[in-house]
């Protein structure tokens, strides 16, 4: 961040008064630019025995599968994120949706949060931003092509909730050491 | 947002190709300026029975009460962010700390999320953005003088859990109508 976005004057880091770290502040009308993280809202649909995977079209991670998922936007709640993206990315829409998993991923800023649902039906397509879309039983599932490690542990985590079909709220991440 | 952070060019609105909504966008760099919901994190500290308030000596709601919560930060966990805030607002330490609330406040494109925890031990004090710190139990919360809703709903729902020694994960918001 070069120019302040208000009166395009130069910003420089310094900390603020009565803030106790740097920030991106405007030399010319004072305005604090925050910069916070993002969140990153999706779905597990679930259909039968099978769960929905996409192939992704787009970097980073072109051709790898996931979870239907992307970043949630402005004046919109996290469950309409969610299945707007399972929308875009699927061609797909869940019913019953509840809250599954987040994830906290600091090193990039981004909180993920995926609900599980239940696919409405077995209809679902490739969006824009996906190669495919797949039903995949426990047994196919691509392990060595999957796009990221939270869609594997949120892949995990399901299969292994579903042998007691107990399916609570969990959230990864935490505390660092260090 | 008027003019480019990173080159100082006008921005303008328009929907980039391959988007499907309207983005502020360079029209020097053509870089695209995203702006997206910011996450808040907090506490609900408990002490035997008694939960811990802060009132507040900054605007919105300034000598209002309400519970220590903040912006995440960059590169934070929701949790390292909710416990920062305790610290920071309430001067207090939590053990044990459980996601418990979700709250989507699309009207301010904020997401918030409340860690309930255990006092460490009964050492609390006012911080900088606090005129008071106290604990209250049940009978003498000051519901009349709570700073937001999502306070009041989250003390609520908290003495209801209370009643059957459960605490399960909650988000309230969901799908809108309309």
């Not at 976005?5 to 880091?13: H, V």
């Not at 190669?131 to 995990?156: G, M």
Request: aromatic share 12%.
């Amino acid at each position: 961040m070069k120019f302040c976005s208000s009166c395009g004057g130069s910003i420089t880091l310094r900390i603020p008064e009565g803030d106790n770290r740097e920030r991106h502040v405007c030399g010319s009308c004072d305005v604090i630019h925050y910069q916070n993280p993002k969140m990153v809202v999706g779905c597990l649909p679930v259909w039968e025995d099978k769960v929905l995977l996409c192939r992704r079209a787009i970097e980073p991670r072109h051709g790898f599968w996931t979870l239907p998922a992307g970043f949630l936007e402005l004046e919109e709640t996290t469950l309409e994120g969610a299945l707007r993206e399972t929308w875009e990315e699927a061609c797909a829409e869940v019913d019953n949706p509840q809250p599954y998993c987040l994830y906290d991923l600091p090193h990039i800023s981004q909180i993920y949060l995926f609900y599980k649902g239940d696919l409405r039906g077995p209809r679902f397509a490739a969006g824009v931003e996906s190669l495919d879309a797949q039903l995949f039983a426990e047994a196919d599932i691509p392990w060595d092509e999957l796009a990221f490690p939270i869609v594997r542990r949120t892949l995990e985590r399901y299969f292994e909730d579903r042998q007691t079909g107990l399916f609570p709220f969990r959230a990864a991440g935490g505390r660092r050491a260090g």
